[in-house]
């Protein structure tokens, strides 16, 4: 069951076939959403700035540009949370979509349980919401959690809401080692354990932002065959 708040979220589902589609949209819609779909790229664009979605789903074969086009274009000016839909099911082509600012990837075919699962787990992730201390703060960053920013010494820091929870979850157990498994868990959800490329992906974007040399990481530091760990005096 979805709450109220879930209930009122607006998905826009960017497919070109039309069966696909029709039959996404009617499931989504049964579980409470509200749908639109757009059926080619330049459609997709153009309904994302007129109708502000609250989520993105994203296929990569669209008839006038490709879909990682759109999702370019769409992560130069926003964080909208977007998932991609691909008949491509190589694990380079999940990370390229990563890396290009995806914060999933499905591959066809799909279940709508998968699916549904994936959707409620983004916008539940989106909608993180605050603890008692608003503020969480280790060496040079922080983390305002009432904005739901991250800065570093003083300067805000452009994270996606993925990289954003990785932050509050790493900030939360800074000092101690948080294993793959537990950050997939929590910022991520059950269904994602043992995904480590998806993980991996993000914490090298995260450290291209937060990282003063992201090769030599001082924040995000790798553990190896454990996980990570945010180190409370610089190593
Ligand atoms: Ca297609």
């Not at 757009?38 to 990569?60: K, R």
């Not at 999940?94 to 699916?115: C, H, I, N, R, T």
Request: no cysteine.
């Amino acid at each position: 069951m979805l709450t109220a708040t879930e209930q009122n979220r607006h998905i826009l589902i960017v497919e070109d076939d039309a069966d696909t589609a029709e039959m996404v949209s009617i499931f989504l819609e049964t579980a409470g959403y509200t749908t639109a779909t757009a059926d080619s790229g330049e459609i997709a664009l153009n309904e994302i700035t007129a109708q502000q979605p609250d989520l993105v789903l994203l296929d990569l074969g669209l008839p006038d540009m490709s879909g990682l086009d759109v999702l370019k274009q769409v992560r130069a000016s926003s964080f909208l949370p977007l998932i991609v839909i691909s008949g491509k099911t190589q694990e380079r082509d999940k990370v390229v979509a990563l890396e290009q600012g995806a914060d999933d990837y499905m591959g066809k075919p799909f279940s709508q349980e998968e699916l549904l699962a994936r959707v409620m787990a983004l916008l539940r992730r989106v909608g993180w919401t605050p603890i008692p201390d608003p503020k969480l703060n280790v060496r040079h960053l922080e983390l305002d959690m009432a904005r739901r920013q991250a800065s570093i010494r003083g300067k805000r820091l452009q994270v996606t809401p993925v990289e954003y929870g990785i932050l509050v979850t790493m900030m939360r157990n800074a000092g101690e080692v948080v294993s793959h498994d537990e950050l997939l868990h929590a910022v991520w959800g059950e269904q994602y354990q043992g995904d480590y490329s998806v993980l991996r992906v993000n914490i090298s974007r995260l450290r291209q932002k937060l990282e003063e040399n992201p090769r030599h990481p001082s924040y995000v530091v790798t553990v190896p065959g454990q996980g990570y760990i945010m180190p409370l005096k610089r190593p």
